[in-house]
């Protein structure tokens, strides 16, 4: 472990040369152990350095044959001779999209898990469905990819989507976004595995910061005649907004870097369809189907797209971080 | 009755209604994942699974030995290299940097990097080591993980050595004992199961990464442990299954998806186990 382990002196049985040596050994032993420490912490200040760095160099070539029109153009042709065209816009689109979707699903349904959990509940069910609801946070994103696309895609162009086109779908202007044909590899296929995913990741947050409300607050307003529903309405949301909007948005920073859970099911198309039932791409989905098998430009633009995808995610995180600190705070006062 | 009343009730019951549907439709989806990973998992396991390579295009037999090594083989680098860092960073944080302003713009970087998109991390492993290697290595996945593996390991070994009381380090700081010691004698013994429970966190998270690993180790259809070739993984493995047109590729993929699952859920369970054991002492 360390440079004067193996002497460590006992009082009284050394001569003071010994006990001159022992003590510059443990001064010796504090500071490599302290810079040992300190290194490492700045290795995670280095890490995340290392990444803009390497995202800008690799994105360089890109974002010098391309410029800002990058994030207006639609058509990606990567192969094109004698000069190829790649634009963002799809998959900034397929990203937006399939988010939102993913979110207007999961958190309504991921903070009712964690109302019924904190509220309405009966006690025995309580331990073993938050325990449930925690394990499935951890399942890898890879499962609920695969799920996605061997059973659910089938299912929702059979069944789902057909009477979603049928019904909504013959609406003026709402129906466009429902148009057909109905497909396995669709964006709202993408959206839809994407909410699954992270619905037990909103729970746990969102029941996590429920219970801190403190129980005075939430029996003194039971005490006064509170409904349980008025009880979350007034005391436990207004007291736990700052915290369950930092879990949205850390949710919604998870959905958008999303890669292995929307690439199997999405269908990969860079062109803009109105339909949400239509196959579109993300930036993850992107990256991930055409990286290994790129070079030059192409791999460029891809870069380029992962830096997109990076400061997209970077900024909801930071926001999401800096308001559970918020609330953190308020706790500790 | 007064109508206010009956009005209150009547949203309360909507709402108790509407969670209960909210709690049954996601615990509907979640135990159809399961479900379906079982009932497709276990139709394919069996013994060769785990002795037999994986098969070429188009062969019924064949297993998924290589890719299980191969992931063993990484995962473990990964936790080798990642762990240490990320304990060391995190003993700083908690023992040295408690008011320090960088502590705290480290703390919050790294809770950026824990929840950061993991493809982003397998682009800068790719420019770090792949492009300057000239090739994909089972070294660079390894890399890959460690990364991942460093903010979680960080955040849990901070908090753990939070727990430990001020008095345990003052009562070995009266004895005379040099700073490291009791950082390492006292304070790392009393949070050892808070920081192994991290660890195993870390060990179940990246257990299952597959985006990194798609463009720094890529997979490799052979039985091979050299690190500075291509390396087999079950993840990138099952990737590249269910996107094949061969029916026995993907009964594999279910069975490597059953495995891996399992593995992560037992390392979870495992870790909430030990850190139970804690918080009860």
């Given at each position: 472990m360390s440079?004067?382990?193996?002497?460590?002196?006992?009082?009284?049985?050394?001569?003071?040369?010994?006990?001159?040596?022992?003590?510059?050994?443990?001064?010796?032993?504090?500071?490599?152990?302290?810079?040992?420490?300190?290194?490492?912490?700045?290795?995670?200040?280095?890490?995340?350095?290392?990444?803009?760095?390497?995202?800008?160099?690799?994105?360089?070539?890109?974002?010098?044959?391309?410029?800002?029109?990058?994030?207006?153009?639609?058509?990606?042709?990567?192969q094109l001779e004698p000069t190829p065209v790649m634009g963002a816009l799809g998959p900034i689109y397929g990203t937006l999209l399939t988010s939102l979707i993913a979110m207007l699903i999961a958190v309504p349904v991921g903070l009712g898990i964690a109302v019924f959990l904190t509220e309405f509940c009966p006690i025995v069910l309580r331990r073993p469905i938050a325990l449930a609801i925690e394990?499935?946070?951890?399942?890898?994103?890879?499962?609920?990819?695969?799920?996605?696309?061997?059973?659910?895609?089938?299912?929702?162009?059979?069944?789902?989507?057909?009477?979603?086109?049928?019904?909504?779908?013959?609406?003026?202007?709402?129906?466009?976004?429902?148009?057909?044909?109905?497909?396995?590899?669709?964006?709202?296929?993408?959206?839809?595995?994407?909410?699954?995913?992270?619905?037990?990741?909103?729970t746990a947050v969102a029941k996590d910061v429920f219970d801190t409300v403190p129980p005075v607050l939430k029996e003194a307003a039971y005490g006064v005649g509170c409904t349980t529903w008025e009880v979350v309405r007034n005391v436990v949301i207004p007291y736990t907004r700052v915290g369950v909007i930092g879990g949205v948005m850390l949710a919604l920073g998870r959905a958008l870097g999303e890669t292995m859970a929307v690439t199997f099911i999405i269908g990969n198309a860079f062109k803009i369809q109105g339909s949400i039932f239509a196959p579109g791409t993300t930036i993850s989905a992107a990256i991930a189907s055409e990286f290994a098998e790129s070079s030059d430009l192409h791999q460029s633009g891809l870069i380029l797209l992962g830096l997109l995808l990076f400061f997209l995610t970077f900024g909801v995180l930071t926001a999401a971080r800096l308001m559970l600190l918020q609330l953190e705070k308020k706790q500790g006062r | 009755m007064n109508p206010i009343y009956v009005r209150r009730r009547r949203v309360d019951t909507v709402i108790r209604l509407l969670c209960w549907a909210a709690a049954l439709f996601g615990l509907v989806w979640l135990g159809m994942i399961l479900?379906?990973?079982?009932?497709?998992?276990?139709?394919?396991?069996?013994?060769?699974?785990?002795?037999?390579?994986?098969?070429?295009?188009?062969?019924?037999?064949?297993?998924?030995?290589?890719?299980?090594?191969?992931?063993?083989?990484?995962?473990?680098?990964?936790?080798?290299?990642?762990?240490?860092?990320?304990?060391?960073?995190?003993?700083?944080?908690?023992?040295?940097?408690?008011?320090?302003?960088?502590?705290?713009?480290?703390?919050f970087i790294n809770d950026i990097l824990l929840s950061a998109p993991s493809i982003?991390?397998?682009?800068?492993?790719?420019?770090?080591?792949?492009?300057?290697?000239?090739?994909?290595?089972?070294?660079?996945?390894?890399?890959?993980?460690?990364?991942?593996?460093?903010?979680?390991?960080?955040?849990?070994?901070?908090?753990m050595l939070h727990l430990v009381p001020n008095t345990l380090r003052e009562a070995a700081s009266a004895l005379g004992m040099p700073r490291s010691f009791v950082i390492r004698r006292i304070a790392f013994r009393a949070a050892r199961a808070g920081i192994l429970t991290g660890i195993l966190l870390a060990t179940a998270r990246v257990a299952g990464e597959t985006a990194p690993l798609l463009f720094t180790s890529l997979s490799n259809q052979f039985w091979s442990l050299d690190l500075t070739n291509p390396l087999a993984n079950l993840p990138v493995t099952i990737n590249n299954?269910?996107?094949?047109?061969?029916?026995?590729?993907?009964?594999l993929a279910w069975t490597g998806a059953l495995l891996i699952t399992f593995a992560v859920l037992s390392l979870n369970i495992a870790a909430r186990l030990i850190g139970g054991e804690t918080t009860r002492k």
């Amino acid at each position: 472990m360390s440079l004067a382990e193996g002497r460590v002196p006992l009082a009284g049985t050394a001569s003071s040369g010994d006990k001159a040596a022992a003590l510059s050994g443990f001064v010796r032993a504090d500071k490599s152990f302290y810079w040992m420490t300190r290194l490492s912490a700045l290795l995670v200040l280095a890490i995340l350095g290392g990444i803009i760095v390497s995202l800008v160099i690799g994105a360089f070539p890109a974002m010098k044959a391309f410029g800002l029109d990058f994030l207006t153009t639609q058509r990606w042709a990567p192969q094109l001779e004698p000069t190829p065209v790649m634009g963002a816009l799809g998959p900034i689109y397929g990203t937006l999209l399939t988010s939102l979707i993913a979110m207007l699903i999961a958190v309504p349904v991921g903070l009712g898990i964690a109302v019924f959990l904190t509220e309405f509940c009966p006690i025995v069910l309580r331990r073993p469905i938050a325990l449930a609801i925690e394990l499935l946070a951890g399942v890898p994103s890879i499962i609920y990819g695969m799920w996605g696309f061997f059973v659910l895609g089938p299912w929702l162009a059979e069944k789902f989507q057909p009477f979603m086109i049928a019904t909504v779908g013959s609406l003026p202007i709402l129906g466009d976004f429902f148009a057909g044909p109905p497909s396995q590899l669709s964006l709202f296929n993408a959206a839809l595995v994407l909410s699954i995913m992270i619905l037990p990741f909103i729970t746990a947050v969102a029941k996590d910061v429920f219970d801190t409300v403190p129980p005075v607050l939430k029996e003194a307003a039971y005490g006064v005649g509170c409904t349980t529903w008025e009880v979350v309405r007034n005391v436990v949301i207004p007291y736990t907004r700052v915290g369950v909007i930092g879990g949205v948005m850390l949710a919604l920073g998870r959905a958008l870097g999303e890669t292995m859970a929307v690439t199997f099911i999405i269908g990969n198309a860079f062109k803009i369809q109105g339909s949400i039932f239509a196959p579109g791409t993300t930036i993850s989905a992107a990256i991930a189907s055409e990286f290994a098998e790129s070079s030059d430009l192409h791999q460029s633009g891809l870069i380029l797209l992962g830096l997109l995808l990076f400061f997209l995610t970077f900024g909801v995180l930071t926001a999401a971080r800096l308001m559970l600190l918020q609330l953190e705070k308020k706790q500790g006062r | 009755m007064n109508p206010i009343y009956v009005r209150r009730r009547r949203v309360d019951t909507v709402i108790r209604l509407l969670c209960w549907a909210a709690a049954l439709f996601g615990l509907v989806w979640l135990g159809m994942i399961l479900f379906s990973l079982l009932w497709n998992g276990l139709a394919g396991l069996n013994f060769s699974v785990f002795t037999e390579m994986t098969p070429p295009p188009g062969q019924t037999t064949g297993g998924l030995a290589n890719a299980i090594a191969g992931s063993l083989i990484m995962s473990f680098l990964g936790i080798a290299i990642g762990a240490p860092l990320g304990l060391m960073a995190g003993t700083w944080l908690a023992e040295y940097g408690r008011h320090d302003k960088l502590a705290t713009v480290i703390r919050f970087i790294n809770d950026i990097l824990l929840s950061a998109p993991s493809i982003i991390i397998g682009l800068f492993i790719y420019g770090l080591v792949v492009v300057p290697m000239g090739g994909f290595s089972g070294f660079a996945g390894a890399l890959a993980l460690a990364v991942i593996v460093i903010p979680v390991v960080v955040r849990t070994t901070e908090n753990m050595l939070h727990l430990v009381p001020n008095t345990l380090r003052e009562a070995a700081s009266a004895l005379g004992m040099p700073r490291s010691f009791v950082i390492r004698r006292i304070a790392f013994r009393a949070a050892r199961a808070g920081i192994l429970t991290g660890i195993l966190l870390a060990t179940a998270r990246v257990a299952g990464e597959t985006a990194p690993l798609l463009f720094t180790s890529l997979s490799n259809q052979f039985w091979s442990l050299d690190l500075t070739n291509p390396l087999a993984n079950l993840p990138v493995t099952i990737n590249n299954f269910v996107q094949s047109p061969y029916a026995y590729w993907k009964q594999l993929a279910w069975t490597g998806a059953l495995l891996i699952t399992f593995a992560v859920l037992s390392l979870n369970i495992a870790a909430r186990l030990i850190g139970g054991e804690t918080t009860r002492k």
